[in-house]
């Protein structure tokens, strides 16, 4: 699985848009981009995925660069529960067993 | 979609000893999988269960670790003879209902287990 690189932390204010990177330059055709996070003491969340478009759901926004070796996770308005760790991970499309490999991820802090 | 619930949520033992962590998934679901959490580190993937077998497992798993689904309904974590190096969060996890397993995984709880 190809590897991505993710800042180890970031801050936010309550209420503004948080924007959060995820570099995977070795990206090939078939993967997959996913995101999860992880809140304190709680097992990984789905958040949202995409192969070249653009994504939209309830939680948040995954915007795909053109030649997808990067992604931006986007959360429209920072909560206070949106603090945690947030994975960026690369799935290849015929991903046997499908396990997921987890990096450090983004620690993203929220102030009120 | 239902929750994946895993028991119990907290196990204390002693090194040397056996543990066996559970997991309750939903009826029928064929696809199941371990990963662990040392405190302070990443999650990390130890095996991935698909009709009553291992599909793929990782270096951590090793002779000690073994998988079952022994009543056809819950998935079980046996670790044999643990370590101190052992404790850490267990968390089991399944693809969405009807997906391929590249979709999404929703992760249960976690066992927290602390080997003294």
């Known amino acids: 699985d190809a590897k991505t690189t993710q800042p180890n932390s970031m801050e936010s204010n309550e209420e503004e848009p948080v924007h959060l990177p995820c570099n995977h330059s070795?990206?090939?055709?078939?993967?997959?981009i996913h995101w999860y996070r992880q809140l304190p003491s709680q097992g990984p969340e789905y958040v949202i995925h995409g192969l070249t478009s653009n994504v939209n759901n309830r939680m948040a926004s995954l915007a795909i660069a053109e030649d997808r070796k990067s992604s931006t996770l986007i959360l429209h308005r920072a909560t206070l529960r949106d603090a945690a760790v947030y994975y960026c991970?690369?799935?290849?499309?015929?991903?046997?067993?499908?396990?997921?490999?987890f990096g450090q991820g983004t620690e993203l802090s929220v102030k009120p | 979609e239902p929750e994946v619930t895993q028991t119990p949520s907290h196990q204390v033992t002693q090194m040397g000893q056996e543990v066996i962590l559970r997991c309750v998934p939903i009826?029928?679901?064929?696809?199941f999988y371990w990963y662990r959490q040392i405190l302070g580190q990443k999650v990390e993937f130890l095996v991935s269960f698909y009709n009553n077998e291992i599909s793929e497992k990782s270096e951590i798993f090793d002779d000690q670790f073994s998988v079952e689904r022994p009543d056809g309904s819950n998935f079980t974590l046996k670790i044999r003879s643990t370590k101190l190096e052992d404790s850490a969060m267990y968390f089991c996890a399944r693809p969405r209902i009807g997906a391929e397993v590249t979709d999404t995984q929703y992760f249960g709880p976690g066992t927290r287990l602390t080997v003294l």
């Open positions: 991970i690369l799935r290849a499309l015929y991903n046997q067993g499908g396990k997921l490999i």
């Open positions: 070795t990206i090939s055709g078939t993967d997959y």
């Open positions: 009826s029928n679901h064929l696809y």
